[in-house]
């Protein structure tokens, strides 16, 4: 059975740092690409980019590119979202997702970036 | 980079109704499209691939069409199980973005 299984919830002050996981299992990690996608409180699915495990090829949506790093652990079947300085309006639900059709999907990890 | 943009951006049907959901391409993708469905506080969920292939345990009053710039989801009889938001996702060439989505409820 295909699993994707997130991290849990996470609060962080702005400015903090945060890495999220997403680990797949019941599948081939290396050879299906993994999204990451980002839906704020009562709005909708916004795509913020993809890898794929096998030769860690990353695409970024411009509306994400430079804000976020999407990473792979292929030993571990494990990807990850992560952010260097978060803002108040990163707080989100952020969801993983095996792409291109994504039929799978992760539980969802809602971060939330308060003072 | 290519928009995807739906309408409507919300409907009220009654139960039975047909409703039709439309979802436009700001260039051609020719049949690379999904449609999802996300209920409230749920995960999205596949509905339709590659324009108009029906994802296993779909039910099959679910269709798509539409190939190029424009597509469609239909319901051809709106149950209360499928108050939801859809949305349309482009899936060529990257960022494969999403539509706005599509909220539907019961009249």
């Known amino acids: 059975e295909v699993q994707l299984e997130q991290s849990g919830a996470e609060v962080r002050k702005p400015g903090e740092s945060l890495k999220i996981s997403c680990k797949g299992s019941g599948y081939s990690f290396i050879h299906y690409w993994i999204g990451w996608v980002r839906q704020m409180p009562g709005k909708g699915l916004e795509w913020m980019g993809i890898i794929y495990p096998g030769d860690s090829d990353t695409r970024y949506s411009p509306s994400f590119q430079g804000q976020v790093t999407i990473t792979a652990d292929k030993s571990i079947s494990t990807a990850y979202l992560q952010w260097s300085s978060l803002k108040a309006s990163d707080t989100a639900m952020y969801y993983c997702?095996?792409?291109?059709?994504?039929?799978?999907w992760g539980q969802g990890t809602q971060v939330t970036v308060s003072s | 980079d290519i928009q995807m943009t739906q309408s409507p951006s919300s409907l009220s049907a009654s139960v039975g109704d047909r409703v039709t959901i439309t979802c436009r391409a700001s260039?051609?993708?020719?049949?690379?499209l999904a449609w999802y469905q996300q209920k409230p506080g749920k995960v999205p969920k596949l509905l339709i691939y590659a324009a108009s292939t029906l994802q296993s345990g779909v039910p099959s009053r679910f269709s798509g069409s539409g190939s190029g710039t424009d597509f469609t989801l239909t319901i051809s009889s709106l149950q209360p199980e499928d108050v939801a938001t859809y949305y349309c996702?482009?899936?060529?060439?990257?960022?494969?973005?999403f539509g706005q989505g599509t909220k539907v409820e019961i009249k």
């Open positions: 260039q051609g993708i020719s049949n690379y």
């Open positions: 996702q482009k899936c060529s060439s990257t960022p494969w973005t």
């Open positions: 997702a095996r792409h291109s059709y994504a039929e799978y």
